[in-house]
Structures are given as structure tokens and as C-alpha cells.
């Protein structure tokens, strides 16, 4: 326990830049579920209480950062802070730090896809802002957040990133062509409760691409971003 306690300070002084009162609320920050299962014996706390405050405390400190600093409409400000807030922009932040290491978890969990593994990091990092909330506070909080995370903020807006595939692609083709995409159901497979749509995206009549899923919403983003990735391979 005493070189658990030695490695996670010198991870929180030294990588996070945070001193921590309680180093052991760290600790609990990055167990997860299936590593308490495991060790039931010497552990009985996981990280999901401190995701949960860490969500709601990274949801506030990033809707202030972005309030204070632009004035744009609601619309738009949601949609930047999703793009921060989303699983693959917290997640890599904490992979930038070198949380994988630190992560305690499961001998399973650790054989998991990368995608599963990006979400387990994902959430470490909200953890983690929990526990330097309870901890120490509202702007040491903020100021971790604005150093490891808002700080990529300008590269999304660069990147266009915050916007979802359909949107993107309309600004694209209506930039590019002068056309606005239209979508159409091609299919629907399977019964009321189970069904499958497949949607084609359409620029003046021609079919772009397509997309399935379990709602004609989902089946069109899937359309669209598949039309968006064939419009940026033909593009010069």
C-alpha cells in the first residue's frame, strides 16, 4: 500500500501537476469496477462516484470557459462543448498524461478492445476531476481542466470537428457544389420493434453514399459521414 501511495503521488506532483490532500482519492480515481471484483479482499471502491461529479464539474467549468470567452449562440456553444466533452477528446487527453498505466483494472479489462480501453480513459479523467474537486477545490479544478483539456479547444475549431457528419457535409457540398444533401430511406429490414433503415445521402440526384442503423437518424450520420470521408479522398 505504502508504494501504491508513493507511485500515485509522484504521478499527481509530477504528470498532473496537483498535490493532493488525500492521494487516496486518486487512487480511487483510476480503479475501476472490474479491478474491485477482483480484489474484493484489499479494495471495495471504484471510480464510478467520482465520474459522476467529475462529468457534471467538467460540464460547467467548459460551458464557462466557453460563455466568458465567445459570443456565439446557444446553439453553436453546445456544440463546441460537446466536441470537448466528448469521450474521444477527454479520452486522449488522458492518454497524453499517461493515465494507462495507472489504470487499476481487471486482468479482462485489460485485454479489451481499443475502443472500450478509450472509454475506461475517458472516464478516468472524469474521475479524476472529481477527486481534485472534493479535494482541493473549484479553481485548482478549473485550472487543470483549462491546462490538459480547453487548451485543444482552437485545433477543433480548426479541424471542424465540432461539427456532427451531417452538418459538415452540408457545409462542405454547399461550399464545394452549391447543393444542399438530401437524404432517402432505400430500406427497412426487420419488425416494428427491431428494424433496420438504410439511407442514402444525395447531391442533385446523386447517390453519394449509404448508411444503416437502428433509427433513420443514426442510419443518416452513418451515410453522412461515409459521404464526407469518399468527398475528402476525391478532393485534391
Known sequence: MKQQIIKYTEFAEETLKVKFNNIELLMTAFTHRSYVNEHKKSVSVHNERLEFLGDAVLELITTDFLYRKYNEPEGILTNWRSALVRTESIGAAAQSLGYEPMLRLSRGEKRGSDRARLQILANAYEAVVGAIYIDLGYSVT???????????????LKSGSWLDPKSKYQEVVQSDEGFTPQYRVLSEEGPDHDKIFTIGVYVDNELRAEGTGPSKQV????????ALKNHQKSSP
Open 142 to 156: 478549473e485550472e487543470f481542466i483549462t491546462r490538459t483539456l480547453l487548451v485543444t479547444f482552437d485545433d477543433i
Open 219 to 226: 442510419a443518416q450520420v452513418s451515410a453522412a459521414s461515409t
